[in-house]
C-alpha cells in the first residue's frame, strides 16, 4: 500500500525468494555446523597424530571457504534484497524494529570473515592452539550470527508481547526464539555432517574414507534425534491459534509437513547405510543423495514455518498484502485505492472499471501470486471462478479462508476485482445467454356443464434439483419427486374416491415415458417415482406429467401436470468447469471432479479415486437426507447442514446468495422462482432465511446431537447472519419447515413478509401433508405445489405451472377461488368449508 | 500524478537520526575505500593483462587479494546500507523496486565475480592464456555492478521520475533522465582505480620499508595508476558537479556553507594528493586521499540531503526512543574490532610459526 509493487508475473508467487532463500538457508546452517565440525576434526587429527586427518581438514576447509563465503554470504545479502523487492513494507519494519540486531550480526559476519580466512590461510603456519582459537572463533561467531538472525526470523512467526509493548527485547526473545535456536543448532550439525560425507567419500586412502566416513555418521544422527526433540518443543511453544492453523487448518501445509516426518527417518536409515555399505559405487551416490535429502528437510521446515505466517508476514501485524492489521479497518472504510500511493486510479468508473481491478490486483493478489509462474499461481484460480463466485471467495478471505488476509477494500472494490480476476486476468466461465424457448400448452379441456369428475394432481416438491448422477459422477440430488392425485366426483355435495379407480400417470420424456400407477393413501393417489426423470435435451425447467383416472376401463378424467426439475446447479460458479448442457446447465464431470478433489482435501476422503474409476460418489452414503431415507454415517453432518453450514461460511452475504448455487436466478437458465410468492416480489429468504441463518438453523440442529465439526461451522458463521445467532432455532431438514401460517395467520391476508425461523413441529404438518380443514383436500390440490403456486409465471410457458387451474377454470388462481366453488361443488357456497377465506376474492391478480 | 504522492510513509526510530547519520557515513567511509580497491584492482589488472606484453608482479599479488576485497566490500557494504535503509528507506526500497530486474541482478553478477575471482587466485599459474578474458571478465561484472548501484543511488532521490513505474512496472527502469548519471558512475570507476593504484603503492612502500628492494622499483607504476586516474576525476568530478541542478550547487545557508567546505577541502587534499603522487610519497599521497575521499563523502551526503529536501528531511523522523540495542551494539562492535584486531596480531607472526 505504501509501495508500489514489482510485477513478476510468472516468476512471482515466491519464486525467488523461495530459490534464494533456501540455498542461502542451507549453505548458512552448513557455514555454522560445519565450523564446529572444521575445529573438532582438526582436534581429533591433532589428537591422534593424523596428519592424514589434518590434511583432510583442510582440503574440507577450503571446500567450506568457497561455498559458504561465496555462495552462502552472498545469498545472505541476496536475501535482504529479495525481501526488500518483493515485500518492501515488511522489510523496513522488520529493519527499523532490529536494525541493531542486524548491526551486530554485521558485527558478527565480519569477524567470521576474518577468522575464516585466517583459519584457511595459517594451516601449517601457526602452532596448532592458536590454530584452533581462529576455528573456535569462527564458529563462536558463526553461531552467534544464527542466535541473532533466530531471532528476527522467529519474531516474524511469533511477534509474541511486542505486539503490545513494542520492546526490541520482547520481540527478540519472541515464544518460539529457544526452540527455534536449538532446532536450528541442531540442523546446522546434522548439516555439517551432510557435507562432511561429501568430501570423506572421495578420500583416497580407504581406511581413513571409511574412518572419516563413519565420523561423519556421527555428526548427522545423534544431532537428528535431537533435532526431532527441539522439534516437538518448537511445536507445543507456538501458539494455539498457530499450531491450529499450521498442524489442522490449512491443507497446503500437509505434504510439507509430511516431508518433514518422513524424511527423518529416511535421513536416518541414509545415515545407517553410509556407515555400514563401503563401495564407492554406492556411496558417492548416496552421499548426494543426502545432501539432496537434507535441502528438502530443511526446504520442507522453513515452507511450514513460512506457511505459518500466512496471511501474514508479521504474524498479526502486517498482512501479507503489507497492510498492517491496524490499518485494515480504515482502508476497508475509505477503500483501497483512495488509501494506497501507487494508483492512478483513485475513483473507479465506467470507462476505468478494468483498469482499477489491475491495479487491485496488483496491490492485492501480486503480493503472494504468480500470474502463469510455478508458485501459488492466481491463472488457474481465478479461471475456476465466475464474478459472482469471485466476489464471494474475496468477501470471505479470512475467517472462512485464514490462509487469506481479509479483503481490505470497499464492497465496491471487491466487485471490480472480482470482475477484473475473472473476465479480464483470464478468459472468465461467464454464462452462455440464456435462450428461453417459449412454448405454449393446451390444458385438457374440461366441460364444466357435463364433466362428472376434477382430477387435481401435484408433486411433492416445486423446485427438484438434480444432479445428473449418470452424466456427472457425483449424486446429491433431492429425493425423486412423489406426484399425488385427488378424484374428485363434482355435485352439490362433491366427494373424493378412492376406490374403485385406478389412476395412472405418464411422463414424456427424450428417453421415451415413464408409466405407473398411483396407488391410494388416504384420500390420495400416490407414486413415488424411482429416480428424478431426466430433462429433455432442450432444456426446460420441467417435464410434463399427464394423470389419467379409470374406472371400469374407461378414462373418467385426466389431467397433465407440470413437475418442476432443473439441472442448474451452480457449483461451477467456484469450483469451474464448464456447464454440461447447453453452456447454461448441468453438473459437467470437470466440476464434480473439482468439488471432489476439495472434498478429499479437506475431509481426508477420497472421493476422487472413485470418480476415476467411473464410480457414482453418492454424497447421502455418508452424509444423512431424509428426504431420500439415507442414514448416512454416524458423527457427520447431514447433507443439508453440510451443504449450507459449509458454503455459507464462503459465499457472498446478500440475499441472492441461493442462486450461487440454486436455481433460482432470472439471469439463470431456469428462471427466477415462479411461484405466486415470486411474482409478489418475495425471496427466498423471505421464507428460508439468508444463507447464514438458513445454514445456522441446520448446523443447530446437528450441534444437539453433537455432530462433528457443526460447533466450528457455527462459530465461523455466528456474525454473518442477519438473525443473532442464539435466536435462530435448530430444524431437522426436510422435515422442519417454514410454515405458510406464520405469514397467513387463520389463512388470513399476511401482515409480514417474513416465515424465516418458525418451522412446523412435525413432518405431518408440511405444507406436502397437509389437508384442508374437513380433512379432505389436499392443501396442493387447489393452491399447486410448493414454490409452484397458482398462479406461476414460468419464463418458458405462461400454462405450464397452471395447467390444473386453467383446465378447470379457464384462469391461473388456486382452484375454487373468487367464489369459484361450482368446480366441484357445481353450485355457489356460502360456507368457508375448506379453510377460512377461501370464499374470499383472489388478490394477486395475474395480468 | 502528484510525485510527491508516490513518497511512501516512513518507519519510527529508535534513536534520534544523528546517530544513524553517524554510523551510515563512518561504514560508508570503510566500504568506499574498499570498494575502490577492489574496482581499481580489477581495471588494473585487466588493463595490465590487455596491454602488457609481460604480466606485472602486481597482479599475482591482486589475485591472491582480489577475493578478500570482494568479501570485504560486501561485508563493509551491510553495514552503511542497513543504515541508508534506516534514513532513507522509503525512497531506495522504492527506487530499488522500479529498477528490481537491475538491483537483483547485482547479486548473481556478484556471485559470479567472486567465482571469477577465486578462480583467477586458485588458478592462476594454470590459466595461461585466459587471464585477460577472467581478470576482464571481473572488472566488466565489478563496473557493471557499480554502474547499477549508481544507478539506484540516483534513483531513489529523484521522485519526480517515479511515475514512469506505471507505464513499466516489471522492474526495468533506470536513471537514465539523470543527466548525472554518467559522470556519477565514472567518478566511481576513476577513483577507484586511483585508490587501486594507490593501495598497490602502499603495499610496495611497505614491503620497501620491510627490505624488498625489488618492490621500490614498482612503485613508480602503481603511482602512474594514481595520478593520471586522479588527474582525470578532476574532470570528471567538474562534469558531475556542473550537472548538478543549480539550487544544489548555489545553496546557501548552513548547508550550502557545509557544503562548499567540503568540497573545497575536498579538492584541496585531492590536489594535494595528486602532488604528493607524482612525488611518490605515497603515505602522504595515502593521507591525503583519505581527507579527500572524507571529504567528498561528506559532499555527497549533503547532495543527497539537498536533492531529497523538496520531498523530505532526516529531522522529519519521528523516533520511539530505545537505546539499549544500541548501546548493545556499540558495545560488539568495539568488542568485535577488538577481536579482529587480536586476530590480526595473532596471524601476523604466522610465517615464524612452525606446525608441530
Redo the contacts between chains.
Keep these: 500500500m ?8 510468472a516468476f512471482g508467487g515466491g519464486l ?1 525468494i523461495a530459490i ?1 532463500a533456501i540455498i542461502h538457508v542451507y549453505i548458512s546452517h552448513f557455514a555454522v555446523g560445519g565450523g564446529l565440525f572444521l575445529v573438532l576434526t582438526e582436534m581429533k587429527g591433532l589428537r591422534e597424530g593424523s596428519s592424514e586427518i589434518l590434511a583432510y581438514t583442510r582440503r574440507h576447509t577450503k571446500f567450506f571457504l ?1 561455498l559458504t ?3 552462502g ?3 545472505g ?2 536475501i535482504w ?2 525481501i ?2 518483493l515485500s ?2 515488511a ?3 522488520l ?2 524494529i ?7 550480526e ?6 567470521e ?3 575464516l ?2 583459519y584457511y590461510y ?7 592452539r ?2 584452533l ?2 576455528g573456535w ?1 569462527y564458529f563462536g561467531c558463526a553461531w552467534a550470527s544464527l542466535f541473532t538472525i533466530n531471532g528476527i526470523i522467529d519474531f516474524m512467526l511469533t511477534p509474541g508481547s511486542w505486539l503490545t509493548d ?4 520482547s520481540g527478540f526473545f519472541n515464544p518460539t526464539f529457544w526452540p527455534a535456536l536449538f532446532f536450528r543448532t541442531f540442523m546446522a550439525l546434522m548439516i555439517a555432517g551432510l557435507f562432511g560425507f561429501m568430501t570423506s567419500v572421495n578420500i583416497k586412502e580407504t581406511t581413513l574414507r571409511h574412518k572419516m566416513v563413519r565420523y561423519c555418521g556421527l555428526w548427522l544422527l545423534p544431532p537428528l534425534v535431537l533435532l526431532l526433540g527441539s522439534a516437538l518443543w518448537y511445536k507445543t511453544a507456538l501458539p494455539p491459534a498457530l499450531q491450529e492453523m499450521i498442524f489442522n487448518r490449512a491443507p497446503e501445509m500437509k505434504p510439507f509437513l509430511a516431508l518433514f516426518i518422513w524424511l527423518s527417518p529416511l535421513i536416518t536409515a541414509c545415515g545407517l547405510a553410509m556407515a555400514v555399505l563401503r563401495p564407492q559405487g554406492v556411496r558417492r551416490p548416496l552421499a548426494w543423495l543426502l545432501l539432496l535429502l537434507g535441502f528438502l528437510y530443511l526446504g520442507s521446515f522453513e515452507f511450514i514455518r513460512e506457511g505459518g505466517r500466512r496471511p501474514y508476514l508479521i504474524h498479526d501485524y502486517m498482512y501479507s498484502t503489507s497492510i498492517k492489521k491496524t490499518d485494515l479497518p480504515q482502508v476497508q472504510k475509505t477503500g483501497l485505492l483512495a488509501s494506497a ?2 494508483v ?1 486510479n483513485r475513483k473507479i468508473t465506467p470507462e476505468n472499471r478494468m483498469d482499477a481491478g489491475k491495479e487491485l490486483f ?1 496491490l492485492l493478489c501480486l503480493p503472494c501470486h504468480s500470474a502463469g509462474g510455478p508458485l501459488n499461481d492466481i491463472l488457474p484460480l481465478a479461471r475456476r471462478f465466475s464474478p459472482a463466485g469471485m466476489r464471494s471467495f474475496l468477501a470471505t478471505m479470512g475467517p472462512a479462508n485464514p490462509y487469506m488476509p481479509p479483503f481490505a477494500g470497499t464492497e465496491e472494490e471487491q466487485a471490480v476485482l472480482a470482475d477484473y480476476l475473472t473476465t479480464g486476468l483470464v478468459q472468465g466461465i461467464s454464462d452462455n445467454k440464456t435462450h428461453i424457448r417459449k412454448e405454449t400448452i393446451a390444458p385438457i379441456p374440461f366441460n364444466e356443464e357435463t364433466a362428472e369428475y376434477l382430477l387435481l394432481a401435484s408433486a411433492d416438491k416445486g423446485m427438484i434439483l438434480s444432479s445428473e448422477p449418470e452424466q456427472s459422477g457425483i449424486d446429491f440430488s433431492f429425493a425423486p419427486p412423489t406426484l399425488r392425485a385427488q378424484v374428485i366426483l363434482r355435485g352439490t355435495a362433491p366427494s373424493v374416491l378412492t376406490e374403485d379407480i385406478q389412476v395412472t400417470y405418464r411422463i414424456d420424456t427424450d428417453n421415451g415415458p415413464l408409466i405407473g400407477n398411483m396407488i391410494p393413501s388416504g384420500t390420495a393417489f400416490e407414486a413415488n417415482l424411482a429416480a428424478i426423470p431426466t430433462v429433455s435435451k432442450d432444456f426446460r425447467p420441467y417435464l410434463l406429467a399427464k394423470i389419467e383416472a379409470v374406472k371400469d376401463g374407461n378414462i373418467i378424467t385426466s389431467t397433465r401436470l407440470k413437475i418442476g426439475i432443473s439441472t442448474e446447479i451452480g457449483c461451477r460458479n467456484c469450483h469451474g468447469g464448464p456447464w454440461r448442457q447447453q453452456g447454461r446447465t448441468g453438473l459437467s464431470r470437470e466440476t464434480a471432479a473439482a468439488i471432489l478433489a476439495i472434498h478429499d482435501k479437506r475431509s481426508k476422503t477420497q472421493l476422487s479415486q472413485e470418480f476415476a474409476r467411473g464410480q457414482i460418489v453418492v454424497c447421502q452414503s455418508c452424509h444423512a437426507d431424509s428426504s431420500r431415507g439415507a442414514a448416512g454415517q454416524s458423527g457427520l453432518l447431514n447433507l443439508s447442514a453440510a451443504m449450507h453450514g459449509f458454503h455459507a461460511v464462503y459465499l457472498y452475504k446478500d440475499n441472492n446468495s441461493c442462486a450461487f448455487c440454486h436455481a433460482n436466478s432470472a439471469e439463470g437458465a431456469t428462471g427466477k422462482l415462479e411461484d405466486l410468492h415470486g411474482t409478489l416480489g418475495l425471496e427466498c429468504t423471505s421464507c428460508h432465511g439468508t444463507l447464514a441463518d438458513h445454514a445456522i438453523s441446520l448446523l443447530k440442529e446437528e450441534q444437539q446431537a453433537q455432530k462433528s465439526g457443526s460447533s466450528k461451522l457455527l462459530i465461523l458463521l455466528a456474525d454473518k447472519g442477519e438473525v443473532a445467532s442464539a435466536a435462530i432455532k435448530g430444524r431437522k431438514p426436510w422435515d422442519m419447515e417454514p410454515d405458510c401460517l406464520t405469514c397467513h395467520k387463520g389463512f388470513q391476508p399476511p401482515d409480514t413478509s417474513t416465515a424465516f425461523n418458525s418451522w412446523n413441529a412435525d413432518k405431518k404438518d408440511l405444507f406436502v401433508h397437509r389437508h384442508s380443514e374437513d380433512g379432505v383436500l389436499l392443501c396442493s390440490s387447489c393452491h399447486g405445489t410448493q414454490h409452484s403456486l397458482y398462479p406461476t409465471d414460468n419464463p418458458y410457458s405462461k400454462e405450464a405451472g397452471n395447467l390444473q387451474p386453467l383446465q378447470y377454470q379457464n384462469n391461473p388462481y388456486p382452484l375454487g377461488t373468487n367464489r369459484g366453488c361450482a368446480v366441484c361443488h357445481t353450485v355457489a357456497m356460502e360456507d368457508e368449508l375448506h379453510h377460512p377465506g377461501s370464499l374470499g376474492t383472489f388478490r394477486a391478480r395475474m395480468e | 500524478m502528484i510525485p510527491a504522492q508516490l513518497v511512501p510513509t516512513p518507519d519510527l526510530l529508535q534513536v534520534p537520526w544523528g546517530w544513524f547519520q553517524l554510523l551510515l557515513s563512518t561504514t560508508f567511509l570503510l566500504h568506499l575505500l574498499v570498494m575502490n580497491i577492489m574496482l581499481g584492482w580489477a581495471i588494473i589488472a585487466f588493463c595490465n593483462h590487455a596491454f602488457k606484453q609481460t604480466i606485472p608482479a602486481e597482479n599475482q599479488l591482486i589475485s591472491q587479494k582480489l577475493p578478500f576485497t570482494i568479501a570485504f566490500t560486501v561485508n563493509f557494504g551491510v553495514a552503511p546500507l542497513l543504515f541508508l535503509q534506516i534514513l532513507y528507506g522509503h525512497f531506495i526500497y522504492t527506487s530499488s523496486v522500479l529498477m528490481a530486474v537491475f538491483w537483483l541482478s547485482v547479486i548473481a553478477f556478484l556471485i559470479l565475480a567472486y567465482s571469477a575471482a577465486y578462480i583467477y587466485n586458485l588458478q592462476f599459474t594454470r590459466l595461461s592464456g585466459l587471464h585477460t578474458l577472467v581478470s576482464g571478465i571481473i572488472a566488466l561484472l565489478l563496473l557493471i555492478i557499480t554502474f547499477l548501484f549508481t544507478n539506484n543511488m540516483s534513483l531513489m532521490v529523484s521522485p519526480e521520475s517515479w511515475v514512469r513505474y506505471f507505464d513499466h512496472p516489471q522492474g526495468m527502469l533506470l536513471s537514465f533522465t539523470d543527466s548525472t548519471l554518467l559522470p556519477r558512475f565514472l567518478h566511481s570507476v576513476f577513483a577507484s582505480v586511483a585508490v587501486g593504484g594507490l593501495s598497490l603503492g602502499l603495499y610496495l612502500d611497505w614491503q620497501r620499508r620491510h627490505g624488498n628492494q625489488a618492490a621500490s622499483a614498482r612503485i613508480p607504476s602503481a603511482m602512474n595508476w594514481f595520478v593520471y586516474a586522479t588527474i582525470g576525476n578532476f574532470g570528471v568530478g567538474t562534469w558531475y558537479f556542473g550537472g548538478l541542478p543549480a539550487a544544489i550547487r548555489t545553496v546557501t545557508g548552513v548547508a550550502g556553507a557545509f557544503l562548499l567546505g567540503f568540497l573545497l577541502a575536498g579538492i584541496t587534499a585531492a590536489i594535494l594528493s595528486l602532488i604528493y603522487g607524482r612525488q611518490h610519497r605515497v603515505r602522504h599521497a595515502s593521507w591525503a586521499t583519505l581527507a579527500a575521499i572524507t571529504c567528498m563523502t561528506g559532499v555527497r551526503e549533503l547532495v543527497r540531503r539537498q536533492t531529497l529536501a523538496p520531498w523530505f528531511s532526516t529531522s522529519d523522523l519521528e523516533v520511539a526512543p530505545q537505546y539499549s540495542p544500541m548501546i548493545l551494539f556499540l558495545l560488539i562492535f568495539a568488542a568485535g574490532l577488538y577481536l579482529v584486531w587480536w586476530m590480526i596480531k595473532l596471524v601476523l607472526p604466522a610465517d615464524k610459526e612452525v606446525r608441530s
Design positions: 505504501n509501495y508500489p509493487v514489482w510485477q513478476l508475473d525467488l534464494i568457497l563465503m561465496v555462495l554470504g552472498m545469498t545479502v541476496g534484497f529479495t526488500a523487492l518492501p513494507a522489510t523496513s519494519s529493519i527499523h532490529f536494525v541493531f540486531a542486524f548491526a551486530i554485521w558485527v558478527f559476519f565480519l569477524a570473515i576474518v577468522s580466512l585466517f595459517t594451516f601449517d603456519r601457526l602452532s596448532p592458536k590454530h582459537i581462529l572463533i513494542n520492546n526490541f527485547w500511493r501507487w492512478k496488483t
